[in-house]
């Protein structure tokens, strides 16, 4: 069993950077996928990045050259660096583990950016 926990959302200004953190409990061998996706109101949720355990990433065009996706091995957490955002990136952030055929969702964190 996994568990994941999201952190680091908020208000930003357009322009402006976020970090959100992803942390996985439990212990996880061998070939994971990590993965952000994103849901706006009234809108499909959405892929924004994701890694796999040997370090490849994959971003949606709508985000690639401003965010980063990144993870920490030895604990098992994700980030997502989110830079020049814009009021379009409004949404909730979700983290998601794919571990063993089995997928694993955070509770979400709200981003949102407002002048």
């Known amino acids: 069993q996994v568990q994941l926990v999201e952190s680091g959302g908020g208000l930003v200004q357009p322009g402006g950077s976020l970090r959100l953190s992803c942390a996985a409990s439990g212990t996880m061998f061998g070939i994971y996928i990590m993965t952000w996706y994103r849901q706006a109101p009234g809108q499909q949720r959405e892929l924004v990045a994701s890694?796999?355990?040997?370090?490849?990433?994959n971003y949606a065009a709508s985000v690639k050259g401003r965010f980063t996706i990144s993870k920490e091995n030895g604990e098992n957490t994700v980030y997502l660096q989110m830079n020049s955002l814009k009021p379009e990136d409004t949404a909730v952030y979700l983290c998601?583990?794919?571990?063993?055929?089995?997928?694993?969702w955070g509770q979400g964190t709200q981003v949102t950016v407002s002048s």
């Open positions: 890694i796999i355990s040997d370090g490849r990433t």
């Open positions: 998601n583990v794919n571990y063993r055929f089995q997928n694993y």
